[in-house]
């Protein structure tokens, strides 16, 4: 099989170790496999910003769609959030669709107190200059998927709204995806409420039709992602690579530092969802295991939860596989090397 060779962005494929910081890219460098096809749905979000970098930045990924949902802000702010970081990051042959602007059921949980009123607070963004897509995030989902010449991997890292309606209303597309990646839950204490991460609780259906779905899902939860520090040598590490969208990034993830260090009092903010990205670059990046998880629907003070039996007690199947240990320094070189690609490509 010969070389795929993807002309777009500029994309280089990577000897191993991070590439020395900006050399010139070769726009026909061949790639040792074929791209893989993703659609990420996301509610930018300091951490979703950082995991669109990543899924448009490397090299071995294929992005087809950017979908937003309502979640760390409102629907309308997500999707102009998206708009500003592939207007900033020069992503503009990516369409983005807006979706469902509410959970399955009951309100709208927001994180104006994570990311700001904006959802994306720090850096002074101009004028988006990336248009959204007039369709719904659910039917550019299903286009993508049909037109598509392989299996299409979906990574939610937001609230689940879209990719259960999705799969709600085209159930036959579910045996044409790779598998969902997912940035959600936790093993143990959630961070919104004592039991509950702040994606599964802000729709605890949505995530479990995307549970029982029957399509392949890794669930990233708060025990894999807060091992995703954003620390001082990172941020001096981001800053060097001394591009715009470089200093961007380094406004974005100090300002999600302070809020972490003011709710949380961690030093150094976990930047979730990129993770789920990045397990899909590199398989070693993210140390997993299939475990059974139920998603609890009901629990008067734990609804949101995601029950995973790590000690096989239950006798539960194992439904799902679950992110535990991740390669800090990996993937970190991973999303660093995708801000200098698309920084130098700008
Ligand atoms: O709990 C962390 C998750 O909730 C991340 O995806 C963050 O962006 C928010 O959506
Ligand atoms: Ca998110």
């Not at 000690?311 to 539960?316: A, E, F, N």
């Amino acid at each position: 099989m010969p070389p795929v060779t993807v002309a777009a962005r500029a994309r280089v494929s990577l000897p191993g170790p991070r590439v020395a910081a900006r050399t010139a890219v070769d726009r026909e460098a061949p790639l040792s496999h074929t791209p893989r096809p993703v659609i990420l749905d996301c509610d930018p979000g300091h951490d979703d910003a950082m995991a669109i970098l990543l899924a448009a930045g490397n090299p071995t990924i294929d992005l087809r769609a950017i979908t937003t949902v309502a979640g760390n802000q409102t629907l309308a702010k997500t999707t102009r959030n998206a708009q500003r970081v592939c207007t900033v990051a020069g992503i503009d042959d990516v369409p983005i669709a807006a979706g469902c602007d509410r959970p399955l059921r009951g309100a709208l949980l927001t994180a104006g107190d994570v990311h700001g009123e904006s959802g994306l607070d720090g850096p002074a963004f101009g004028e988006p200059t990336v248009a959204v897509d007039d369709r719904h995030a659910v039917e550019v989902m299903h286009e993508v998927v049909q037109h598509a010449d392989r299996p299409v991997t979906i990574v939610g890292v937001g609230p689940l709204t879209n990719v259960a309606t999705y799969l709600d209303r085209y159930p036959a597309d579910r045996g044409r995806l790779e598998r969902i990646e997912i940035m959600g839950g936790s093993t143990g204490r959630g961070n919104t409420a004592p039991y509950a991460e702040f994606n599964v609780l802000v729709d605890p259906e949505a995530a479990d039709v995307v549970l029982r779905s029957g399509v392949p899902t890794t669930w990233h939860g708060l025990q894999v992602t807060h091992q995703a520090t954003a620390t001082a040598d990172v941020l001096r590490r981001i800053e060097g690579l001394g591009t715009p969208l470089a200093a961007i990034c380094v406004e974005l993830l100090t300002f999600f530092r302070d809020t972490y260090r003011a709710l949380f009092g961690l030093d150094d903010p976990p930047v979730h969802d990129p993770v789920a990205i990045a397990h899909l670059i590199d398989p070693v990046v993210v140390g997993t295991a299939r475990l059974p998880m139920r998603i609890e629907l009901v629990g008067e003070h734990t609804r949101g939860a995601t029950v995973v039996d790590t000690s096989g007690r239950t006798g539960w199947e194992p439904n799902a596989e679950v992110g535990l240990t991740l390669a800090h320094d990996r993937f970190w070189d991973l999303l660093i090397d995708a801000i200098d690609r698309l920084g130098a490509a700008g």
